[in-house]
């Protein structure tokens, strides 16, 4: 996975743990495909400044001196350049359309709740100020108030993805024998919450769980080669 | 339409309107497959006599004395004994069993909510008791009070409804060029909304909107044979 001419810009704290919901996506597109790449890791401030400036969110995909970002924007541009069967077909496609701004509320919002302190806890210190002043802006409330009952958000967060665990349907994958784009994305929002919390999401939607361990496994323990908060905060 | 070997029963109001967002989605699938059948209108109380009884709801679809109740299990019944491809592909499999249960709570809680009154007004006497009954039980509110600021739930669900219209993404359909069941199955939830009250619910959603003129003239403009609330109440 280094190829000098290919960089992706992720989001990197104060260990080294890439977390981004959003990266993630692409980096499971990416390891799917087969296409190798370098990482560079860039804190929450470093990114304005990141692939020659311009950006404001990672991922970031620079080739040739072209650089894309967005998940979605980067998943059409190399799903539409190989063959797109990638997204499982138009209605594939539309399903992860769909999920790319329903789980952005659904999902992300509740997640960041949940996991805004450690989140916060485990950015490098420039990073730090930045990230609780734009999040208790957005939310209106310090980090520490955004969630004052974990277990009721957990179970509201349960309720929303409840329609998830039915969609399986005894498939492995949202797409069947094999993953689309749409277990991407989903992945990267679940790997968003092991990577930044200790919270189990997954524990009232069994065939979710499944499936995340499933995904966790793919292209070599991609997901798994990054640590669970839980595991980094044994070491 | 008329193979009395096989018969549909639907919800029915006191003009004889089909009303029923489970009903429309089997009714559509049944066009696009050009399978005819008989259709047996029946009011809410009903349904547990009909079809020999034992069913509590509407989509029943009997052929040669065996009935299948459920829109989703005469989905998977008729689409897997066809070809498959109706669902388009696995992925959009997933997507639909996904709209199944999301669009339940999201969809048509809040369109039942818009618009229960005029429901109610819709029925025959024999069916308006048990309805206001039945409703006012799960909701604990009477029928006038469900809601008080229409203008405050159209924008709510409008807002629900937004990922929707992303993910239509400039194609025609939620299939790409062509229907999938998931199309049905959206169209069935907002043929509900234009048949029972008079709220305009995809006036915010200017790609959902067309998406729905360009379901109401499919299979000989079926949707459209059937009058919206505004034009019952008209006439």
Chains 1, 2 share one sequence.
Not at 61 to 82: M, Q, Y
Request: glycine share 10%; net charge negative; hydrophobic share 35%.
């Amino acid at each position: 996975m280094t190829n000098p001419n290919r960089l992706l810009y992720e989001l990197e704290g104060a260990q080294g743990q890439r977390f981004s919901p959003y990266v993630w996506r692409t980096k499971m597109l990416l390891a799917h495909l087969g296409i190798d790449y370098q990482s560079q890791g860039v804190g929450f401030t470093d990114i304005a400044q990141a692939a020659g400036g311009g950006f404001k969110t990672v991922p970031i995909l620079c080739e040739a001196e072209v650089c894309v970002s967005d998940s979605w924007a980067i998943a059409e541009t190399i799903i539409d350049k190989t063959d797109g069967a990638l997204f499982g077909g138009p209605a594939g496609r539309s399903f992860a359309r769909f999920l790319h701004d329903w789980s952005s509320l659904g999902m992300l919002g509740p997640i960041l709740r949940l996991n805004a302190v450690t989140i916060w806890q485990d950015q490098a210190p420039k990073d730090q100020d930045y990230f609780r002043t734009s999040r208790e802006k957005r939310f209106g409330k310090t980090l520490e108030e955004l969630c004052p009952d974990p277990l009721a958000d957990l179970k509201s967060l349960s309720r929303v993805m409840r329609p998830l665990d039915s969609a399986l349907g005894g498939q492995p994958f949202f797409g069947g024998q094999a993953p689309v784009y749409a277990d991407y994305l989903l992945f990267g929002n679940v790997q968003f919450a092991r990577c930044t919390g200790p919270h189990d999401i997954l524990s009232q939607n069994p065939s979710l769980e499944a499936w995340f361990e499933r995904c966790l496994n793919l292209h070599g323990q991609l997901g798994r080669s990054e640590p669970s908060y839980t595991e980094r905060h044994a070491q």
